[in-house]
């Protein structure tokens, strides 16, 4: 799953229709859980989480899965009990590469159409911004000098075409989150003179 040159992989994982999704295992490993939608039983819809996953953390998933196929846990009396990683494994009903739509969190009817460079606001892990900040201009991804700082992200406005933008994504990593533009360079402005 993971390419060469490439932070890790975000992916998409969708949980079985009528099942609790077990997301413990989706945070912890090398695996950062950045999003989950529950199941929205009248449209018939599984829960979903959106998941970034190192190259360790891919290969430490591919083991939970493998282990649960191939490994039981033995009972106090010296049967064979359930899989390992049974809760994960058997709550999971697909996992494929996330695309950028996974990462959106504005409504889906503001998701960038067309192929032109569009304005997006990036949500970026704060110990990974500045990598990704210096290194986005080689992906053709312009990002704005203002910063909005939480305490664990950093948000910033860059310009960008969709596809460039979901190659920075995938090839640098630290994106936690997507969104339409609300914060203009007026508002960071602002903040900037009442702090002064």
């Known amino acids: 799953m993971k390419a060469e040159g490439t932070a890790g992989v975000y992916l998409d994982?969708?949980?079985?229709?009528?099942?609790i999704m077990v997301t413990t295992g989706l945070n912890a490993s090398d695996l950062t859980l950045l999003r989950f939608e529950p199941a929205q039983t009248a449209a018939n819809q599984p829960p979903r989480a959106t998941v970034f996953a190192t190259g360790d953390g891919v290969a430490k998933l591919r083991r939970k899965i493998e282990d649960f196929a191939q490994k039981n846990r033995t009972k106090k009396d010296g049967t064979e009990g359930r899989p390992y990683h049974a809760d994960l494994v058997q709550s999971i009903?697909?996992?494929?590469e996330a695309g950028?739509?996974?990462?959106?969190r504005s409504p889906a009817a503001r998701f960038p159409d067309g192929d032109g460079a569009v304005p997006w606001e990036l949500w970026l892990d704060k110990t990974q911004a500045a990598a990704f900040v210096g290194s986005a201009p080689e992906y053709e991804v312009?990002?704005?000098?203002d910063r909005l700082e939480f305490p664990e992200d950093i948000v910033v406005i860059a310009t960008a075409t969709r596809d460039a933008?979901?190659?920075?994504?995938?090839?640098?990593?630290g994106v936690r989150a997507l969104a339409a533009p609300s914060i203009t360079a007026d508002y960071f402005d602002a903040m900037l003179s009442l702090g002064t």
Do not use: D, F, N, S
């Open 142 to 145: 312009a990002v704005g000098a």
């Open 13 to 19: 994982v969708a949980g079985r229709a009528g099942e």
């Open 93 to 96: 009903g697909a996992i494929v």
């Open 165 to 173: 933008l979901a190659l920075a994504v995938r090839r640098l990593g």
């Open 100 to 104: 950028l739509r996974a990462l959106w």
